[in-house]
């Protein structure tokens, strides 16, 4: 199996240090790994943006007890 297929099976935190990694090598590596390091970014890329989106949007804060004691009413 390769890196790729492994993708949607890593957990947040093993993908992050892969895209640290990725854009590391593509920046600073030998020649072969920044060539497979810009190879594997766009699928790495891919799966952070598909994550993201699947992910309920945070809604802004409602106001609750506290919100409603600093309200003075006329």
């Known amino acids: 199996m390769d890196m ?3 993708l949607p099976a890593m ?6 240090t892969l895209v640290s990694n990725a854009e ?5 590596g030998t020649a072969k ?7 594997m970014l766009p699928a790495i ?3 952070v943006v598909r994550r ?4 309920p949007a945070k ?6 007890r506290k919100a409603a004691a600093g309200v003075k009413v006329a």
């Open 4 to 6: 790729l297929e492994k």
């Open 33 to 39: 790994q920044q060539q497979a390091a810009q190879a």
């Open 45 to 47: 890329q891919a799966e």
């Open 59 to 64: 809604r802004a804060p409602r106001g609750g």
């Open 24 to 28: 590391r090598l593509a920046q600073n």
């Open 11 to 16: 957990t947040d935190a093993d993908l992050g």
């Open 52 to 55: 993201r989106d699947l992910k």
